[in-house]
C-alpha cells in the first residue's frame, strides 16, 4: 500500500511538471499570435489584449502580480517604445521581475520610411513620438526574418523547442515569396511595410505613418497617384479592431477619384495563414505569378550592402534549432522528480516490515 502511495504522490509530479507551462509575456500584438504557433505548448500571454491602442497602455494590478510571480523558466517579449513597457525592463533589471528579457530593438531588422532596411545600433526610447528619426517602428512580429529571430532567441531563453511544421512552413513560404514581386504599393498601415517589402516591393507609399496620426499632404498625394496607377493597397491588421483606418482611406481615395485595389491581411487569429493568403492576394492584384524555388535560405542573415540602395538584400533567416520534442528545462524538472520519488520508493521498500 506504501509502495502504491509513493507512485501515486510520483505521478502527480510529473502531471504538475507538465501543467506547469512555461510562460511566454508579450506587449504588443500580433507577436502572441506568432509565438503561440511557434511554441504551442506554452502560456503565451498579451499584456494589451483588448486595449484599442497598446502605446497608451497602463499596467494593472494584476499585471504587476503576474508579471512579479514569474520565474526563471519565463520570459518577457518587449518592443521597447511605450511607457508601459520600459516600467517592465527597469522592474526586471531592478531583481523585482525574475523571468529572462527579450529587446526586440536588439534582434530585429527595421525599415525606415523611405524602404532602407536598418538594424538599431542604439535606440532614443523618448523619440517615440518623434517619428524615430524616420524609423518604422511597427512591426508587429509580421516580418519573416525578424519571426525567426523572435523564435531562436525564445527558444534559446525557454530551452523550448519551436514547433518543427511552424518552422518549415515559415521557411517554405519564405523561399517562395519573399523578393518575388517588384513596382509600387500602398502600405495603408504601418507593419504592412513590412509585408511589402518582404515580398519584394521598394517603392512603397506608406499612408499611415503613426497611429492616430493622420497621413501627411505629402503621404497622401503619393498614396493617390499609387492609388490611381493601380499599385495595390495593404492593410496589416494586428488587434482585430474595426477596420476604421482602411474605410477612412476607401473613402479618401474615392473622393479624390481613385479606386484602389484594398487587401486586409489580418494577423490577430493566425499568423502563417495570414501570411500566405496575403502573398495570394498580391499575386492577383498585381497578376504576378512568383515561381516556387526549392532552394531554402542561408543561415546567416547579411547587412544590406549601402544604405541607400533600393534593392537592399533580404536578411536571411536563420531557422532555430527545430528537432523537436520536450524543452531542455522540462526534461531536467523531469530527472529531478524521477530521481527523487525512485530515492522515496527505495526508503519505503527498506523501513517495510518483513512478514
Aim: proline share 6%; hydrophobic share 45%; charged share 20%.
Amino acid at each position: 500500500m506504501h509502495g502504491r502511495g509513493v507512485w501515486t504522490i510520483t505521478a502527480l509530479l510529473l502531471l504538475a511538471v507538465f501543467a506547469s507551462a512555461q510562460k511566454i509575456v508579450v506587449s504588443f500584438p500580433a507577436y502572441n499570435i506568432v509565438l503561440k504557433e511557434a511554441f504551442p505548448n506554452a502560456d503565451v500571454i498579451l499584456l494589451t489584449k483588448g486595449a484599442s491602442d497598446p502605446h497608451e497602455y497602463q499596467l494593472t494590478p494584476e499585471d504587476l502580480r503576474m508579471l512579479k510571480a514569474l520565474t526563471e523558466r519565463d520570459v518577457i517579449v518587449s518592443s521597447m517604445h511605450a511607457p508601459f513597457e520600459l516600467k517592465i525592463a527597469q522592474m526586471v533589471e531592478n531583481g523585482e521581475i525574475k523571468a529572462k528579457f527579450i529587446d526586440l530593438t536588439k534582434i530585429q531588422w527595421y525599415l525606415t520610411w523611405d524602404g532602407e532596411l536598418v538594424k538599431l545600433a542604439e535606440h532614443d526610447h523618448d523619440a517615440h513620438n518623434h517619428d524615430h528619426g524616420g524609423v518604422n517602428m511597427h512591426d508587429h512580429g509580421v516580418f519573416p526574418p525578424n519571426v525567426f529571430a523572435l523564435v531562436d532567441e525564445v527558444s534559446k531563453a525557454t530551452g523550448l523547442e519551436p514547433d518543427q511544421n511552424f518552422i518549415q512552413k515559415l521557411k517554405r513560404l519564405n523561399a517562395t515569396y519573399a523578393d518575388k514581386f517588384s513596382g509600387k504599393a500602398i502600405a495603408i498601415t504601418p507593419a504592412a511595410q513590412y509585408v511589402l517589402y518582404w515580398l519584394g516591393f521598394r517603392d512603397v507609399a506608406v499612408f499611415i505613418k503613426e497611429p492616430g496620426v493622420p497621413p501627411s499632404p505629402a503621404d497622401l498625394q503619393k498614396a493617390l497617384q499609387y492609388a490611381k496607377e493601380g499599385a495595390p493597397a495593404l492593410a496589416v491588421v494586428v488587434r482585430g479592431e474595426a477596420l476604421k483606418i482602411v474605410d477612412n482611406f476607401r473613402n479618401k481615395m474615392n473622393e479624390l477619384g481613385a479606386q484602389p485595389k484594398i487587401i486586409i491581411a489580418d494577423f490577430s487569429k493566425d499568423y502563417l495563414s495570414a501570411l500566405e493568403n496575403v502573398t495570394k492576394q498580391i499575386a492577383a492584384a498585381t497578376a504576378a505569378k512568383p515561381t516556387e524555388t526549392a532552394q531554402q535560405t542561408t543561415a546567416q542573415a547579411q547587412q544590406p550592402s549601402t544604405a541607400t540602395s533600393t534593392q537592399q538584400s533580404q536578411p536571411a533567416t536563420q531557422a532555430p534549432n527545430t528537432s523537436g520534442g520536450l524543452g531542455s528545462a522540462v526534461w531536467a524538472a523531469l530527472v529531478v522528480v524521477v530521481a527523487i520519488a525512485a530515492a522515496a520508493v527505495a526508503i519505503a521498500l527498506r523501513r517495510k516490515p518483513k512478514r
